[in-house]
């Protein structure tokens, strides 16, 4: 079936390093959405990339989405505690959204 | 302030007792989701809502059911016929199930089997 995958499933940095995420789906997606999660929480929506090749940024928080619409990524400058979470991507693909089954990100002081 | 609220938090369930997950929004939303997160997995969709009494099953509707008699609750209920309820349950809403419509989650139910 569709499947969007992401990697890597758990990154440690090091406060002030950078961090990415990837997505991948094996079919080209209509749009794809970035969610975090903090501990104990809930998925809170950050953005959606639509356009082949986009990009767009918030703040220290960097999303591509691939040439094909197959891909996207998340990159996070300097990171900070309040990072901490699971980040998904969901992609969407006719009328089904898939989520990727998220990056968990922890920060090393 | 607009939002949606699952209750309760916490929920226990005994062997082949069937519990129900409330969730309301009152954001207006037309679309409704249930999913199931367990550890390493994300999110599953059991079942979705476009409208006021229609529902659609999703990737994982055994043993679960659902109802939209009202545009903002969207009850789910986890049946005896589900053997591995444990999990963390989100509900969602978004405008529409259209392109381009974020989803708005709820704090979430975490069952567990007594």
């Known amino acids: 079936g569709q499947q969007v995958m992401q990697i890597p499933q758990y990154q440690h940095v090091q406060e002030g390093e950078d961090f990415t995420t990837y997505c991948n789906s094996s079919?080209?997606?209509?749009?794809i959405q970035w969610y975090k999660q903090r501990p104990g929480g809930h998925p809170v929506f950050l953005i959606q990339?639509?356009?082949?090749?986009e990009v767009k940024k918030q703040k220290r928080l960097t999303f591509q989405f691939g040439e094909a619409k197959k891909n996207s990524s998340l990159h996070i400058t300097a990171t900070q505690t309040t990072d901490v979470g699971t980040y998904f991507c969901?992609?969407?693909?006719?009328?089904?959204?898939?989520f990727g089954k998220g990056t968990r990100l922890h920060i090393l002081p | 302030d607009g939002g949606i609220t699952q209750s309760p938090k916490y929920l226990f369930r005994k062997e082949g007792q069937n519990v129900t997950l409330s969730c309301e929004q009152n954001?207006?939303?037309?679309?409704m989701y249930w999913y199931r997160q367990d550890p390493g997995q994300g999110l599953r969709l059991i079942y979705y809502?476009?409208?006021?009494?229609?529902?659609q099953k999703g990737d994982i509707a055994e043993g679960y059911s659902v109802s939209r008699e009202k545009k903002e609750s969207f009850p789910l209920t986890v049946t005896s016929a589900q053997k591995n309820p444990t999990a963390f349950y989100l509900c969602?809403?978004?405008?529409?199930?259209?392109?381009?419509?974020?989803?708005?989650f709820g704090d979430g139910t975490r069952l567990s089997i007594l």
């Open positions: 954001l207006n939303h037309d679309a």
């Open positions: 990339l639509v356009k082949s090749g």
């Open positions: 079919t080209t997606l209509s749009n």
């Open positions: 969602a809403s978004s405008r529409s199930r259209g392109p381009g419509q974020p989803q708005h």
């Open positions: 809502s476009q409208i006021v009494n229609d529902f």
């Open positions: 969901a992609g969407r693909k006719d009328d089904k959204i898939i």
